[in-house]
């Protein structure tokens, strides 16, 4: 009995270990599928239409369902946020990212995403909601690794270096033909900046949500919504930006496959699969999984889509992912600061034999005025003197 005990008690420890990694394989997946789609002409407008509308039809039935009665009301203001909200997630991130994975590739995208945590923490400082007080280690390893990330990310913007081969890429047949291509290296550099942008646009999505979510606490219901308005807004876009019919046509091929996994993997069960790790561990413990994604991308990519990997991406995301690593663990210090603060001090007094005991309780501010005024009518006993005069633990 004592051994299933613990080999229970060793499963649900590493329950969330292993629904990341799984997560990181899911994620890793769309990116591969996605690239191969859009290597064989997908628009991203239209995929990303019919991404969000396989969320929302996934998404929506639960939220109508579990949160029917704690949904809160809607009002103009919390529709505008989950408008803007719609825009900036579904709309500007994706298509941006789409957009610099197709001129990028796979890895160099992951690798470009890991700077999520230290934009989102720079914005969060400039709205004034996290205070950077230089005096404190948390603070200057967050602010330390926001400019080692971005140094990482200029590195991979701005050089690419030689080809680096792995051992299972090389092919002693393969003809070296001249790869230098003026075009591509534009492409290259494009492609970075739109995968900045679109990281921007998820960390603003982050600082919106968090301030929504204080007055629509629903996260179902909140999710479900931006879901459904961002589907609206980009069949906008996309009727603006390509204007052939032919290109919203899609059967049971590849495009299929990369709009449903990206909708029902990426935005709906990775949705649901993070929130309960979450709720136990922690935001710092789900972001902390992010470099992993990179590492499986490109593995899988070298192999299915025969990759390259050059030197400046291998070094710019090294550089990367030591900023991410800098940045959560000052995130980590300010989660447990927070948390040692919400537990109530320990009080020392006294039982009914005289002896010292611990108690923790909240005391409001009439207890303490009854306490005050009691001392005073009688005198206090000296073993509970002597435990008041004793240091704090």
């Known amino acids: 009995m004592e051994n299933q005990g613990c080999f229970s008690s060793f499963i649900d420890r590493c329950k969330p270990y292993i629904a990341m990694i799984s997560l990181q394989f899911g994620y890793a997946g769309m990116n591969i599928i996605t690239k191969v789609s859009l290597n064989r002409g997908m628009s991203h407008y239209v995929l990303v239409v019919y991404r969000h509308a396989f969320a929302t039809a996934v998404i929506a039935p639960f939220a109508l369902i579990l949160e029917r009665k704690i949904r809160p009301k809607m009002t103009f203001r919390i529709f505008i946020q989950l408008f803007v909200l719609g825009l900036l997630g579904p709309v500007i991130d994706q298509n941006f990212y789409y957009a610099g994975l197709k001129y990028t590739s796979p890895t160099f995208s992951c690798a470009m995403s890991n700077m999520l945590p230290a934009m989102t923490f720079v914005m969060a400082v400039l709205f004034r909601m996290e205070k950077l007080d230089l005096k404190k280690v948390r603070c200057q390893a967050k602010l330390v690794g926001t400019l080692v990330t971005v140094l990482g990310a200029m590195l991979m913007t701005l050089y690419k270096g030689p080809i680096l081969e792995m051992f299972w890429t090389q092919n002693p047949h393969k003809t070296n033909a001249p790869e230098t291509n003026g075009n591509s290296d534009k492409d290259w550099v494009k492609g970075s900046i739109f995968l900045i942008i679109a990281t921007f646009a998820w960390a603003s999505l982050f600082i919106l949500q968090a301030i929504t979510m204080r007055r629509y ?177």
């Open 217 to 393: 606490p629903a996260q179902l219901s909140l999710t479900a919504m931006v879901v459904f308005l961002g589907t609206l807004q980009s069949i906008a876009v996309t009727f603006v930006m390509e204007h052939s019919t032919s290109v919203w046509s899609i059967g049971w091929d590849m495009n299929l496959l990369a709009a449903a996994y990206a909708g029902i993997v990426s935005s709906s069960i990775a949705y649901y699969v993070q929130g309960l790790v979450m709720q136990k561990r922690g935001p710092v413990f789900v972001t902390a999984f992010s470099p992993l994604m990179m590492i499986i991308v490109a593995i899988m990519g070298s192999f299915i889509l025969a990759e390259k990997i050059y030197l400046g991406g291998i070094l710019g995301a090294v550089l990367i992912v030591a900023g991410l690593y800098s940045v959560l663990w000052g995130k980590y210090k300010e989660y447990k600061e927070k948390e040692a603060e919400a537990i109530p001090e320990p009080i020392k007094g006294v039982d009914e034999n005289g002896r010292t005991i611990m108690m923790i309780e909240d005391i409001d501010e009439n207890d303490i005025e009854m306490q005050k005024a009691a001392s005073k009518l009688a005198p206090i006993p000296e073993p509970l003197m002597k435990a008041n005069q004793a240091p704090k633990v």
